[in-house]
């Protein structure tokens, strides 16, 4: 059984910065593919970022390349995302997750995964 659990959301200004940070359980942590999606009330979830923790290939979502930084320590069973220079735009639900044993499609889609946590609130003001 494989536990995720975000931490690091908050409320922060425009501009301002947030790391999240995402524990997760299991043996299988380091070849593993992990994920951060977001979600806002009445849409449906977006992905933001994944990384292979094998070897640390990273993609990244359009609307936030060049701002958030995904990264994994494999010692500590953790993944990351740095998120600088936020915008109003960024406020959601943040989620961390594992993606499924064995072949996937795409680490851009939220079925290739199936273990979730339970999501953290990321806020950005004005």
């Known amino acids: 059984q494989v536990q995720l659990v975000e931490s690091g959301g908050g409320l922060v200004q425009v501009g301002g910065s947030l790391r999240l940070s995402c524990e997760a359980s299991?043996?299988?942590?380091?070849?593993?593919?992990m994920a951060w999606f977001r979600q806002v009330p009445g849409k449906e979830r977006e992905f933001v970022a994944s990384?292979?923790?094998?070897?640390?290939?990273?993609y990244y979502a359009e609307p936030v390349k060049g701002r958030f930084t995904i990264s994994g320590d494999n010692a500590k069973n953790t993944v990351y995302l740095q998120m600088n220079s936020l915008k109003l735009e960024d406020t959601a639900l943040y989620y961390c997750?594992?993606?499924?044993?064995?072949?996937?499609?795409?680490?851009?889609?939220?079925?290739?995964?199936?273990?979730w946590g339970q999501g953290t609130q990321v806020t950005v003001s004005s």
């Open positions: 997750a594992r993606a499924r044993v064995g072949f996937i499609p795409s680490t851009m889609i939220s079925s290739s995964y199936d273990y």
């Open positions: 990384i292979t923790m094998s070897g640390g290939s990273t």
């Open positions: 299991g043996r299988t942590f380091s070849t593993s593919v």
